[in-house]
């Protein structure tokens, strides 16, 4: 246990790491894959259209899913995010049907001069993983993080994920860890 920790729990402040954190730096491009299948994927931002498969998506991810009771609040959301500047949530496309999301925002920090890329949630369809979908979105976040003058793009993804994170990795994404406080 490290001695930052062992303080934590002196203090009675206990943290689970339930996050996984990937660090990608602007000046180092993302990696290539060793082989891609050929495909049509294509990105764009995301639009109010999208809503019902981007929620599809997300409870992919664990997220809640839509019903009678919350759908409007989402919709809200989802709407408000849309159309905020420091938000810039990307769809994939693979031949003409919307397969992946990405929750791309721009945070600024104390004492950065320049924001950070956040990505919260990267989604792909199962039913076409490891055909370019999920490169291209990360590719197209890394593309506007860079011209948004981003210091860095982290990425969050739940620890279960292994898979995911044998891709961030693959990709150039460095190993970070985060901790979360549920309340």
């Not at 994927?41 to 997220?63: C, M």
């Not at 003409?96 to 949630?121: K, M, T």
């Not at 490169?135 to 593309?143: G, K, P, Q, V, Y």
């Not at 995911?164 to 990795?169: G, I, K, S, T």
Request: with cysteine; net charge negative; proline share 5%.
């Amino acid at each position: 246990m490290l001695e930052a920790d062992r303080e934590s729990v002196k203090r009675g402040v206990v943290y689970h790491a339930v996050q996984y954190a990937v660090v990608w730096r602007p000046e180092a491009p993302l990696k290539a894959p060793d082989q891609r299948e050929p495909s049509m994927v294509t990105t764009r931002p995301a639009t109010y259209d999208d809503f019902e498969v981007v929620s599809r998506l997300l409870t992919e991810l664990g997220r809640t899913p839509l019903d009678g009771g919350n759908e409007e609040w989402f919709r809200s959301i989802y709407r408000t995010q849309i159309e905020d500047p420091s938000c810039c949530h990307l769809v994939a496309e693979l031949d003409g049907s919307v397969v992946g999301f990405c929750s791309l925002h721009f945070r600024h920090r104390l004492n950065r001069a320049r924001p950070e890329g956040w990505i919260p949630d990267l989604i792909v369809d199962p039913a076409v993983r490891r055909r370019g979908v999920g490169r291209a979105l990360l590719e197209e976040a890394a593309r506007r993080s860079r011209a948004a003058g981003c210091f860095e793009l982290d990425l969050e993804s739940g620890a279960q994920r292994r898979e995911a994170h044998e891709f961030y990795r693959s990709a150039g994404m460095a190993e970070g860890l985060a901790f979360v406080l549920r309340l």
